[in-house]
């Protein structure tokens, strides 16, 4: 499968053979969307519109949103709800921000929509009564200064128009250099008064800036807010799913191992003498919670083989084995090397053994397919190298290779193993000799 697109078989044997495991990774995944809800579901949550009468520039607008999530406005609003909570409580349940129309908006999340209702209009209520504070205590002073801004704004007005009146007679009498000077000078006095006229303006837009007031009550919110809790189960179920089943297709797209009998021919340098059938053994139960939780989510076996086909029978296994022997060629004792671990190789070992018997001796060695070190024998005809399909990959049988060429022996042959189902009969017989074990225990 590494070399081929994924097709729809390969994902449907791999839903036969890991829907446990798919399970319990759906359920993993609903439980932690579930438990990100508690931090990510806003809750219900709904606004309420405070209008700031008058112009505004817009970072005074900003200025007033920030004034209305203030730990002041903050913990007024949670002494006036009276649910046991404080105004560092609410700082992650109220936001506000700026919307077109002199408007602040704020929102506010809760767990019910009551309660996110309540506190939204009591947020809006606390922030228009800060800011009404905050100006009607400096109320005095400033319509003080305001006043006498105005007095000087129009006896600035009056004098500029009776210069002005004056200069105008005086140019009227010709063009004469007085008279540029003049025409100068009422250029000067026009300025002055359009910067008094906006100066009054200001101060008149200052006056009614204080004026503000909420835009009826926020609405009570019909549903929870987007990611609801049921939403962040669903997505945490399928984004596990997907990554479990994208995790197996891209494990078995990047699996080195060679399957094909000319691949591993060619990565040996050798011809590959035969395939002989291994009855396929339950592994060794191991103790502990991995292993035992690998076998119940049947995680313990390989996903990406083909489904086992069932074996012959033993005289059919026995005289494939001789035929192997057979085309070796040789009288003189083969040196044969089983990588480490391979248990259905070790097995093929013994039977090719008593096959081969006295007339084409076989030295069996373990070999590492790390570091492997084959010893100088020149004894023996050459090598024999006897692997499952698909356990080795191309690097590792090329080490072996060349672990031979630095030894001085020639690869002449390579013996594949490949696991089947066994027979009724050899099941019986397998299940009879544990019961008998069982006994004797």
């Not at 010709?174 to 303006?201: D, F, H, K, P, Y």
């Not at 990611?227 to 984004?239: E, S």
């Not at 005289?319 to 190789?345: F, W």
């Amino acid at each position: 499968m590494s070399d081929e697109t994924v097709r729809l078989s390969a994902v449907g044997r791999l839903l036969r053979q890991r829907w446990r495991l798919l399970i319990v990774l759906t359920v993993l995944g609903g439980l932690v969307g579930a438990a990100a809800s508690l931090v990510l579901s806003p809750g219900y949550t709904t606004t309420s519109s405070v209008l700031l009468q008058g112009p505004r520039q817009a970072d005074e607008l900003l200025t007033e949103a920030q004034v209305s999530t203030s730990s002041v406005v903050l913990d007024r609003a949670a002494a006036g709800l009276s649910w046991q909570t404080t105004g560092a409580d609410l700082k992650n349940k109220v936001t506000s921000s700026v919307a077109n129309g002199n408007v602040v908006t704020i929102s506010a999340s809760a767990d019910t929509p009551e309660h996110a209702q309540q506190l939204a209009d009591k947020v809006a209520a606390e922030f228009v009564r800060y800011s009404t504070q905050l100006i009607s205590g400096s109320t005095d002073a400033a319509a003080q200064i305001a006043q006498e801004q105005r007095d000087a704004l129009r006896q600035q007005v009056t004098v500029a128009t009776q210069q002005v009146s004056q200069l105008a007679q005086q140019a009227s009498s010709g063009l004469t250099v007085e008279s540029v000077q003049v025409r100068t000078q009422l250029e000067g006095l026009r300025t002055s008064l359009q910067q008094a006229i906006n100066n009054l303006n200001q101060a008149d837009a200052a006056t009614s800036s204080a004026n503000m007031a909420v835009l009826g009550p926020s609405e009570r919110p019909t549903g929870a807010a987007s990611p609801t809790m049921t939403q962040l189960i669903a997505g945490g179920a399928v984004l596990f799913l997907l990554i479990g089943v994208f995790g197996h297709l891209f494990a078995a797209r990047t699996d080195r191992r060679l399957r094909a009998e000319p691949e591993i021919g060619a990565a040996l340098n050798s011809e590959v003498l035969g395939t002989v059938d291994i009855p396929e053994q339950q592994p060794e139960t191991r103790e502990g919670f991995l292993p035992l939780l690998r076998r119940l989510v049947r995680a313990d076996r390989p996903w990406d083989l083909p489904e086992l086909s069932v074996s012959a029978d033993e005289l059919n296994r026995e005289a494939r084995y001789r035929r192997v022997i057979g085309r070796l060629n040789t009288s003189r004792p083969v040196l044969t090397l089983v990588p480490e671990g391979d248990a259905p190789a070790h097995r093929a070992v013994t039977h090719l053994v008593a096959a081969a018997g006295s007339r084409t001796p076989l030295r069996v060695l373990d070999v590492s397919p790390v570091r492997p070190n084959v010893p100088e024998d020149p004894h023996v005809a050459g090598v024999l190298v006897v692997l499952t399909v698909g356990s080795r990959t191309a690097w590792e049988l090329v080490g072996i290779a060349e672990a031979c060429a630095d030894a001085g022996l020639e690869v002449l042959g390579v013996v594949l193993t490949q696991p089947v189902r066994p027979t009724t009969t050899e099941q019986t017989k397998v299940g009879s000799d544990r019961d008998a074990m069982a006994g004797s225990a």
